[in-house]
Nanobody
Framework: QVQLVESGGGLVQPGGSLNLSCAAS????????MRWYRQAPGKERELAAT????????SYRDSVQGRFTISRDNAKNMLYLQMNDLTPEDTAVYYC???????WGQGTQVTVSS
């Protein structure tokens, strides 16, 4: 079955960085468009970043463009999100998701606070 396990979250000061990871299994990861979503307290879940397969293209929501980088390692079935210059507005639970599957992982909490 489809499994997605996010990790790498934590507490970081404004301006800091985190690198999130997502271990995927149960589907053909290398041929799947993958996404990172996030959900802040009291807000709806929103799409943060997308990465395609071949060719590998990426896209970001405006508020993270230039600060976040989504990447993948198809050999390891891993998805990553490098987050730099974090702000309190980035505080959220971050989730990875395969485009064609409805499964969600448990998410990883990112808290940006001084």
């Amino acid at each position: 079955q489809v499994q997605l396990v996010e990790s790498g979250g934590g507490l970081v000061q404004p301006g800091g960085s985190l690198n999130l990871s997502c271990a995927a299994s149960g589907f053909a990861f290398s041929s799947m468009i993958m996404r990172w979503y996030r959900q802040a307290p009291g807000k709806e879940r929103e799409l943060a970043a997308t990465i395609t397969t071949t060719p590998t293209l990426t896209s970001y929501r405006d508020s993270v463009q230039g600060r976040f980088t989504i990447s993948r390692d198809n050999a390891k079935n891993m998805l990553y999100l490098q987050m730099n210059d974090l702000t309190p507005e980035d505080t959220a639970v971050y989730y990875c998701k395969a485009l064609r599957h409805n499964n969600w992982g448990q998410g990883t909490q990112v808290t940006v606070s001084s």
